[in-house]
Nanobody
Framework: QVQLVESGGGLVQPGGSLTLSCAASGSLFSINDMGWYRQALGRQRELVANISRRGVTMYADAVKGRFTVYRQSRSTVLLQMNRLNPGDTAVYFC?????????WGQGTQVTVSL
């Protein structure tokens, strides 16, 4: 079992920055990829960024050049978000993929508004 806890969400003005943190605990040896998804009101959950066990990263086109995902430690993955715009407003979920299992955090709200 793996538990994921997100933190760092909040309200930010357009053009601002936020850093989200995902702390994993439990059977960390079973985790391969970790990443971030988001779900805006009335929309489907979508991939934002992903980082493999080896450090290979992947980003959605909408966030390329603005967001950076990286591992702070074996158990913590961060999402640095710059030049935020109202279109980035959503609940952000941490995701971890293990062997035959997918884990989700509870989500953290990010709101970009004046």
């Amino acid at each position: 079992q793996v538990q994921l806890v997100e933190s760092g969400g909040g309200l930010v003005q357009p053009g601002g920055s936020l850093t989200l943190s995902c702390a994993a605990s439990g059977s960390l040896f079973s985790i391969n990829d970790m990443g971030w998804y988001r779900q805006a009101l009335g929309r489907q959950r979508e991939l934002v960024a992903n980082i493999s066990r080896r450090g290979v990263t992947m980003y959605a086109d909408a966030v390329k050049g603005r967001f950076t995902v990286y591992r702070q430690s074996r158990s913590t993955v961060l999402l640095q978000m710059n030049r935020l715009n109202p279109g980035d407003t959503a609940v952000y979920f941490c995701n971890a993929v293990g062997v035959g299992r997918t884990y989700w955090g509870q989500g953290t709200q990010v709101t970009v508004s004046l």
